[in-house]
């Protein structure tokens, strides 16, 4: 118990804590003559508890801290944890006197807060959902699969009620549970943000957000008034980022995301100061083919004009397109359809252990390097040091050499590869691998080397006419 000293200040007093009723307070943390670190002003939960204890890694070891977060912070290890319900209590605590009873602290509406951000930090609403209960998508169903098991981004198109929400909601379940550094870093962002439940300190399973298309650029990146707080980006960190009518979202939140996507990190620069958020999600956009939803096979039911689907097609650019590993078309399904797929249909748990045995291989194979999945392997080293089988290749450079894929385009392909290398329990991806992961990237098989003359001769004598 600390010694019956008043609490002095220390370096770390000068460091703000926020306070979910009072704000930034300007000195939070006391320490006592026995090294006792006395947290927050008043009774009120942090919004950040064991994120900003680095004093324990410079040799403090007892922390008095909010009763509310009182379990997050012995997330720390070694370090003795003491809760307080009010200031008074904390001095008690410091002066050894006899410690007052004092009410409960008031907890904020955690549900109100998650359905605000439209972020699930546990994946708790998804976990009854099952594979096996979409019928009839068997392609859409293994390209989740492949992005689940490499960690690679995820488009799908097609009308409404053909099932992309329901494929995306499911995505979480194929996931394994995240490892204990990860699992820290995804509860330290949740318990900035402020979402992190009171009842479960540690966020083991990997987040799922799925923001509303009306939500503002900060909500999506990050941001703030006075400070920055992590956005929709960094609370999918490790996790999935679901963007339901992608097109409907506003130009510039999409184009925000091109960052987060190439390097796994937000910089958001502000007055006071700039905040630098991790970001490593995999990100799912599901969209409607036009604004009716009904520009699907000969588009005989679509009521919208070809400027209006042109517009809405390209409310996505290029650029982000471009870092979207996979692209699915989710197509209705018939009947006929639905009920012989039954006889082939695998549930949740039976994919998800394929996934985790394809990351299990991409561990051993990335061992002592900084990255552990394919989605997330530079281009460069994998050229270098990962290349598929040699008869492999000309695929990809004949795709190269008629336009259809970019550069960066060719690294996902061959990302692609080996995930489906590994799914497969293959050593190294072969021409087959390549071709499907070429079609998994075009959205449609790969055209012949001469489509592509064909159609640039035809466009040139269009325009000449």
Known sequence: ?????????????????????????????????????????????????????????????????????????????????FGVRSLRQALALLRDDEVPDEPACPLDDEAARAAEHG????????????????????????????AAAGGHHLSMSGPPGAGKTMLAERMPGLLPDLDQSDALEVTAIHSVAGLLPSHAPL??????????????????????????????????????????EAPEFRPSVLDALRQPLEHGEVVIARSAGTARFPARFQLVIAANPCPCGRAYGKGLYCTCTPQARSRYQHRLSGPIKDRIDILQLVEPVARAEMVADQRLIEPTAVVAERVREARQRQAWRFDGHRWSLNAHVPGYELRRHFPPEPDALPPIESQLTSGWLTARGADRVLRLAWTLADLGGRDRPGRHDVFAALTLRLGHEPPSRGTRARDDSAGRGRRVG
């Open 1 to 81: 118990m600390p010694t019956s000293t008043w609490p002095s200040r220390s370096p770390c007093s000068a460091r703000p804590r926020w306070c979910t009723r009072t704000g930034w307070t300007r000195s939070s943390c006391w320490v006592s003559s026995d090294s006792t670190v006395a947290s927050s002003q008043c009774g009120a939960p942090f919004r950040r508890s064991w994120p900003p204890l680095p004093p324990a890694a410079a040799g403090w070891r007892r922390f008095v801290v909010p009763e509310p977060n009182v379990d997050e912070a012995r997330l720390v290890s070694d370090v003795e944890v």
């Open 119 to 146: 972020v699930l930090p546990r994946s708790d609403r998804l976990a009854g959902l099952d594979l096996a209960e979409v019928l009839g998508q068997a392609t859409a169903r293994k390209a989740l699969e492949v």
């Open 203 to 244: 966020v083991v399973r990997p987040p799922f957000c799925d923001p509303h298309h009306s939500a503002s650029l900060p909500a999506i990146v990050g941001g703030g008034a006075r400070t920055a707080r992590p956005g929709a980006v960094s609370l999918a960190h490790r996790g999935v980022l679901f963007l339901d």
